[in-house]
């Protein structure tokens, strides 16, 4: 997302949080135009990019 470029340093802690066992929850607050919404589409793209190459390297995995 154009929105999100350079946004990594704020991306991967929301991803740790989301990750943890214990903080599984993230609150995204502020004003108004700010990126939120940005901010969140950032963190699901880069989720499901990691999914994917987690399932491929597992796929390539089991086919052995």
Same mark, same amino acid.
């Given at each position: 997302?154009?929105?999100?470029? /350079?946004?990594?340093?704020? %991306?991967?802690?929301? $991803? =740790?949080? $989301?990750?943890? @066992?214990?903080? /599984?929850?993230?609150? $995204? %607050?502020? @004003?108004?135009?700010? /990126?939120?919404?940005? #901010?969140? =589409?950032?963190?699901?793209?880069?989720?499901?990019? $990691? #999914? %994917?190459?987690?399932? /491929?390297?597992?796929?390539? *995995?089991? *086919?052995?």
């Amino acid at each position: 997302d154009a929105d999100a470029a /350079g946004r990594e340093a704020e %991306i991967n802690p929301v $991803l =740790r949080a $989301l990750a943890s @066992p214990v903080r /599984g929850r993230v609150v $995204l %607050i502020g @004003p108004r135009r700010v /990126g939120k919404s940005a #901010m969140a =589409r950032a963190v699901a793209n880069t989720f499901g990019q $990691l #999914m %994917i190459g987690w399932e /491929g390297g597992m796929a390539g *995995a089991s *086919a052995g």
